[in-house]
Every structure is written in C-alpha cells, then in structure tokens.
C-alpha cells in the first residue's frame, strides 16, 4: 500500500464513495424528483464539508472564487445528468457512460493545462476503458433492447460536463478540499432550490436513511477525489476512477440481486491490472 500514491489512494477511496452514492440514488429515485435527490444529496454534504471547514479554521470563501463557483456549476450540470441517467437506464448502462469522462478530461487537461499525454498512458487508460464496458456490457454495444436516445445524450452530456469539472478542480490543486467540496454544494443547493419548491415531495420512512446515506457518501467522495486530482495529473487520475465499475458490480450483487458471471469478473481483471499498471509505469511527478 505504501508504494501506491497518495492521490491515487484517495482516488481509489472515492470510486468506493461514488458506487455507494450511485446506488442509493437509484433506490431514492424510485420516490423522489431528480431535483430534490440533488438537493437533499447538496444540504448534507454542505453540512458535512462545512463542518470540516469550520473544524480546521479554513477560511470558507477560498482564494479563486470565481473558479470554484464555476466548478460548483458545472459539478452540479455532470451531477444532475448522471443521476437522470442512472433514474431512466439500468445502472450499468449509465455508469459506462459516465465514464467516457476520461477522454474529455484528457483532452481538456492537454489543451488547458498543458499536461502531456503519452503514448503508455493514452493506451492503458484505453485498456481501462475496455474493461469497463466488459463489466458493464451495455444493451446499446452488445445488443438485446434499445436504451432511451435522450437518456443515453443526457449520460453523455453529463460525461463531458463531468471532464470540465475535473480540469477544474486540477486548477483548484492550492485550494483546500473541503472550500471546493462546499462551494459544490452551496451551488447546487441554489441552482436545484426551486425546482424543489416548484413540486416538493416529502421523503417518508426508508427514504430518509437512504438521502442521509446519498449524501454522507457524496461528500466523502467528493473529498477523495477533490484531493486526489489535486495530487495527480488528469488523465491518469481519470483512470483510477474505473474502479467504481468494480464497486458497482459487488452493489449490484448484494442490492439489486443481480449476480456477477465470468465476464464481470474479467472486465474487473483488466480494469485493476491495467490501472495498477499505470501507477506502476508512471509515478506521480
């Protein structure tokens, strides 16, 4: 473990994060609005990052305000388009393309950033890549019934929303975790008020733990990621991000019943060789 890098570690910690949350907002979503699950999901984690703020003696209002505010909208705009993908496609379908997110990133970090990208890395973030669909094996690559074509534009909407979102938060790399992390959820908070006001419904019983849970994992996972693409360059912290895929597949086994074959358990086999392959090939600088 203490060969791996930090950021890659916390990156890691955050895919774990991130399946959780993907999960309890497909079980929420059978009873609450897109927009309240964005909302109820943005209060907690605005209580939890702004408790920790408060703890450490941060100061609150960060340096580059304008970009955090920036990051905290287009954060919101990938949040709000993977979660309508996930409420309208099987949750593989929309986890798979969500994380076409690599390339835009990439592509994003060498145009804004100027961090190059070679020729090792591109291919095993590629190989990542391919994993993820063996695991997933959408409907729309590998046949069976048709997906929605506005779900499927939303999911990727959401993907190249989510890239921006990345570089972003590579530009924040002086800005404390837990500032972008509350900037995030004070700006989705506005932003998906009033729809909430617009139709309310009110959570009862189950529903309840399961928008506590929504959020408690969000906010973990936002701190994970947000300090490991502060540590990593994009591109290969991108690819750690496969490893939700993982996750996903042990939640869809214990959750939704739906059990692992042989094919999963390959696409999880490259997914973890050729990720902890480009740890092994490129430390971080």
Known sequence: MNTIPPGLRYLAGAALSFSIMAAMAKLAGLAIPLFELVFARSVVVAVLAGW?????????RGRERGLLVLRGFFGFAALTCFYYAVLRMPLADATVIHFMNPVFTALAAAVVLGEHIGMVEL??????????????RPSFLFG???????AVSVGLLGSVLAGGAYVMVRRLRNEDAGVVVLYFAVVSIILSAGFVVADPVVPTGWTWLVLVGLGVSTHFGQVFLTRGF??????????VGYLQIVFASIWGWAIFQESPDL?????????VGSTLTLVRLHPTR
């Open 123 to 136: 291919g095993l973030t590629l190989l990542s890549l391919l994993g993820v669909v063996i695991v997933a």
């Open 263 to 271: 094919w999963t358990w390959v696409g999880a086999a490259v997914v």
């Open 52 to 60: 920790d703020v408060h703890r450490r003696r941060m100061d609150w």
């Open 230 to 239: 502060q540590l990593e360059r994009a591109a290969r912290a991108s690819s």
């Open 144 to 150: 069976a019934s048709a997906l929605d074509p506005v």
